[in-house]
Structures are given as structure tokens and as C-alpha cells.
């Protein structure tokens, strides 16, 4: 089995991000494959709660949100970086445009377009975590959806105009792994992606490059032995806080982390670690023993438990 556990669903497109970083790196890993609607009852005990796809999960510690996942697989696995051109910053920036401007239309256009081919129960369980789409007004909004996609698509082919391999140089890193994966969901998803994609020429040049990609060497594994080799680690040392953190918070406060956008869903545990890029809380379950659960400072909001 391998170290490196992705629960995660083959659809879902921030999971395919991940699985991009296993390909680019060549790494083997197993997937823990995730029902598509809650209840997640074997995701539950290593998060705490929150419920987003992917969770990278390393023995006892268990990395949310794809903006901490791929620095914690470029710290552990340096070699190819993510960041060839030695501008993690820069990346990182790309997916600040990509994982809203960019997926949210491509989002709505997915539901929208498909409605009446997903199973109710998808649609009822993303009415409740989608804040940003309006599900009554989805079909409205297909021509507006297809606009706000669209330029998106222009300012990506602006991006390769001048005939680069990759959006910061000759190799792939994560600056083309985020802006790749909203038009590998307009692929899957939308009926008449050809057509849409169909004018811009270099961006389909690379996107051919993207996807030869892969995914790495990826093995299936049961839920319950991901949570038994939780239970057989121990998570790795803590990084303590910051001594100038804005928040005033002491190592071994309760405290809550909660996603500041959709899902809103508060993990509660004891603080270990809180740096500008990070924060984590140490927690206890009976499937898992102690866990440590990371987290980006990017998009969540750490507060003293009540
Ligand atoms: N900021 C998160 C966003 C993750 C996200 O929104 N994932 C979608 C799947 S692509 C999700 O959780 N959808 C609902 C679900 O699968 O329960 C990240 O970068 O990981």
C-alpha cells in the first residue's frame, strides 16, 4: 500500500488537480474512492467535518484543501517540482484566479447543462454547499455562464500567445495544473466543449501536453484501511505558532477552522501549528487514534472554540 492516500471521487475536478502532482511527480498512491454525497462515514473521522474533495491523508495527518495538499507533496517529494521556474508564489496566484473566476462557470455550466441527467440526490446535497451557484436560476443563466467561461478561456490563450510549452516556462508545474483543471471539467461536462475550445489553438496545444500528464501509479484501497493506518501512525512533530501572529493565539488552544467561502463546515481540535501558510489542530477519534489535520490560512478563518 502506499503512503500517499487521496480520498477523493474520479469526477470531481480540484481532486484531478492532486492527481495531476502524482503524474507530474511520477509517484505511486492509493485512492480512497468517496461517495459523491454526504454522509462520508469513513472521511469523517480523519477530517473532523470538513467535507471537500480531495483530502490527501499521510499516515495520522490529513492535509484539506488542494492549496496546502500540493505543498505538502512538494515538501515531501521535491523532485520534478511544482514549481520548475523557482516561483511558487506566482503559481499559487494562478489558483487563487482559476479555483473561482475560472471553476465557478464552469461549475454552473457543468450542473446547469446536465440537471436532468444527475441523480436528485446530488443535486440536493450541492444545493446546501454550492453557495455560489443559484440552483433555481441555473438553466436562466446557461448563456451568461457560457460568457463568464469564455473569458476566462480568452485570458488562458493570452497567457500561452506567444507559443510557450507552459504558462511560466518549458516545464508543467502547478501554475498549469490550476489553470488546467476548469478546462478539464468543461471537457467532461459540457455537451459542446469542442466547439467551445475550438478557436483558441494554443491553448489546446497545451492542454494535449497536460494531459499527457497521467496520473503517477495509483492503487484502489478500502476506507477502512485508510483508517487503520491512521490509527497505526503517529502524525508527524508540530510546528507551533507564529510568534507574530495577528490572532494572539497559544499552542494547545480549542480553536475551530472553518473554509471561509462554501462548505463551511468548523473542525474543532487543538492548535499545534499556525504559520502565515498554515494552520493545524490535533484531534481524537476512537476509528483513528490522534490525528493531525492541516489546513492553508488562504480562505479559512481560525477561531477560539466557543
Ligand atoms: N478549496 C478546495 C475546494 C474543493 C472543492 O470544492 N471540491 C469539490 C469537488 S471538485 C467538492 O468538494 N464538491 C462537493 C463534494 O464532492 O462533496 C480545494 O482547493 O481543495
Redesign the pocket.
Known sequence: MADLILHH?D???????IRLVFGLKSLPWSSVQ?P???P?PALMPLTGGY????VLQVGADVY????L?ALELERRHPEPSLFPDCNPGLAMAV?AWS?RSF?DPG?GLSMGLNKSLIPSEVIE??KG??NFMDFDRLEQDIPHLYTQLRANLVLLESMLADGRAYLLGERPGWADINAFFPVW?ARGNIGDAARLLEPFTNLRAWEERMQRIGQGRRTELDASAALAAARGAEPLPAGGVQVDDPLGLETGARVTVT?D???RIPVEGELVTLTDLEVAIRRQTPETGEVVVHFPRF?YRVNRAP
Request: proline content about 11%; hydrophobic content about 35%.
Open positions: 471521487h469526477p470531481s475536478p480540484f481532486a484531478e488537480k468517496l459523491m454525497v454526504m462520508r467535507r471537500k474533495v480531495p484539506c484543501d488542494t492549496r495538499i489558483g479555483d471553476f461549475a446535497d450541492r454547499f454550492f471539467m473554509p467561502d462554501y462548505g480562505g
